[in-house]
């Protein structure tokens, strides 16, 4: 991605967040689960409709739009009571873009030769917000290790980037990225802690994004988005401290 494309993803971040607080008030049906969730995944969003309009002032526009429509209460035929917030998302967006592509059918304009034509749909839109959701989640997990452990953050980051480096090189590296001596047994020992720690705020990050945490549907929902390989031992812990 290049700087441009990552500034402008930064700026609909940060209006995201004061578009939701703007209209905490003003929207009608919504819950403050709802406008939680959507602050918190606007980037599943974001990434979404770049991935579908290829441009990103455009897709700042309609994540701008997307934001303030849903909580005004636009998108009223998607019920979220009737399945995941995700899938609320997913639906109103692809009618957002939908909406746009047919805009710019009406509205003929030069494209650039490696701009796709604005009525190409996606082979599977379901498909392309699915791998949104599933980075985001991934992506929140390893900034929440990185926020709570730093250390087992830079081991598992290191492990998954070069899984043949060894323990010695792979101290050195870590120590000093942060600024600290590190030896190969304590960078052994943090990565054996890492991985069950990634898999505890993998889980605890799709239980938050569902209305229904109970085991069956957190499981459903792991299965879905391909993450159940991350956590299966944590999951087992949960499942069963839930049944107890």
């Known amino acids: 991605m290049n700087q441009?494309?990552?500034?402008?993803?930064?700026?609909?971040?940060?209006?995201?967040?004061?578009?939701?607080?703007?209209?905490?008030?003003?929207?009608?049906?919504?819950?403050?689960?709802?406008?939680?969730?959507?602050?918190?995944?606007?980037?599943?969003?974001?990434?979404y409709l770049l991935g579908a309009v290829r441009d990103p002032d455009v897709a700042a526009e309609l994540a701008q739009d997307f934001a303030v429509r849903f909580l005004r209460g636009d998108f009223h035929r998607a019920d979220p009571e009737r399945g995941r917030f995700r899938n609320y998302l997913k639906t109103a967006m692809i009618h957002m873009v939908t909406d746009y592509r047919r805009q710019q059918r009406a509205q003929p304009r030069p494209l650039?030769?490696?701009?796709?034509?604005?009525?190409?749909?996606?082979?599977?839109?379901?498909?392309?917000?699915?791998?949104?959701?599933?980075t985001e989640l991934l992506e929140r997990t390893w900034a929440a290790l990185a926020r709570l452990h730093p250390m087992q953050h830079a081991v598992l980051l290191l492990r998954v980037s070069e899984p043949e480096l060894p323990s010695p090189e792979m101290a050195q590296r870590v120590g000093a990225a942060l600024g600290q001596p590190v030896n190969a047994a304590a960078a052994r020992k943090a990565l054996q802690r890492a991985h069950g720690k990634f898999a505890d705020l993998l889980l605890r990050e799709v239980a938050d994004s569902l209305d229904d945490s109970s085991p069956e549907a957190l499981a459903e929902e792991l299965t879905a988005l391909d993450l159940f390989r991350y956590c299966r031992a944590a999951f087992a812990r949960f499942a069963s401290a839930t049944n107890a």
Do not use: N
């Not at 500034?7 to 403050?32: E, F, N, Y």
């Not at 959507?38 to 980037?43: N, S, V």
């Open 4 to 47: 441009s494309t990552s500034d402008h993803l930064s700026q609909i971040s940060t209006k995201w967040t004061m578009i939701c607080r703007a209209h905490a008030v003003a929207a009608p049906g919504a819950t403050s689960a709802q406008h939680a969730l959507l602050e918190r995944y606007g980037g599943a969003v974001s990434r």
């Open 112 to 134: 650039e030769h490696d701009t796709p034509a604005p009525d190409q749909v996606d082979a599977d839109d379901d498909a392309v917000f699915l791998a949104s959701w599933r």
